[in-house]
């Protein structure tokens, strides 16, 4: 069974603070995103990687930060936490698109609260 | 705006009957996907349907697309209180990026 896991459901930090999220996926897919999810906005990509070591912005990168070493395994950084970051963080991923789009796997969603 | 655009934001219906939402979008596409999120959760592949289709079926599910409109509807027949989720649509937002719609907000009342 295919899973894409990350590290907390729901998670609490204080203004300032440096936060880690991570995302876990075992299907050998090249493709990892992050994306934050708003009432009224919907999904926002916040940054993506497809493949080891590479990253690409999103719509909404600013305050993020990314990091993927390792192909399985890809990890959003709010360097400064602010009270604006409270919101559902997904995490996804997909084999590399050869001609179109490819089904993404979401994993469960980290709900962070900023005070 | 976005480049999938949901239409309704929410819908209500009663279980049995036919729940209908769309998704324009603005670019050309090689296809488009629709997925499902229950409350508080990641979502859910449901079904795709390439450029060169017009209908595709899965289950109680029905997909069109209208490329000349560029537009594209999920129907789900005899719904179920399960089918309470949003559902969203997706479709190619630059290389290897994937643009999602606000998404419709489904009721399905027992």
């Known amino acids: 069974d295919v899973k894409v896991t990350q590290s907390s459901r729901y998670l609490v930090k204080r203004t300032g603070e440096k936060v880690f999220l991570e995302c876990v996926q075992d299907m050998d897919h090249e493709n990892m995103f992050w994306y934050r999810q708003d009432p009224g906005l919907g999904l926002r990509l916040i940054y993506f990687s497809y493949d080891v070591k590479m990253k690409e912005k999103g719509d909404i990168p600013e305050g993020y930060s990314v990091s993927r070493e390792k192909k399985e395994r890809f990890s959003l950084i709010l360097e400064s936490a602010s009270t604006n970051q409270t919101s559902m963080y997904l995490c996804a991923s997909s084999f590399k698109w050869t001609g179109g789009l490819n089904e993404q796997f979401f994993g469960p969603g980290t709900r962070l609260t900023v005070l | 705006s976005q480049q999938g655009e949901e239409d309704p934001q929410a819908l209500s219906i009663q279980e049995g009957e036919n729940a209908t939402m769309n998704c324009s979008y603005k670019t050309s596409i090689n296809n488009l996907q629709w997925y499902r999120q229950n409350s508080g959760r990641g979502l859910v592949h449901l079904i795709l349907i390439r450029s060169n289709e017009r209908e595709k079926h899965s289950g109680r599910l029905r997909v069109t697309l209208d490329t000349s409109k560029k537009s594209s509807s999920l129907l789900i027949t005899a719904s179920r209180a399960a089918d309470t989720a949003s559902y969203f649509c997706?479709?190619?937002?630059?290389?290897?990026?994937?643009?999602f719609g606000i998404g419709t907000k489904l009721q399905v009342i027992p």
């Open positions: 997706a479709t190619r937002g630059g290389y290897q990026k994937v643009t």
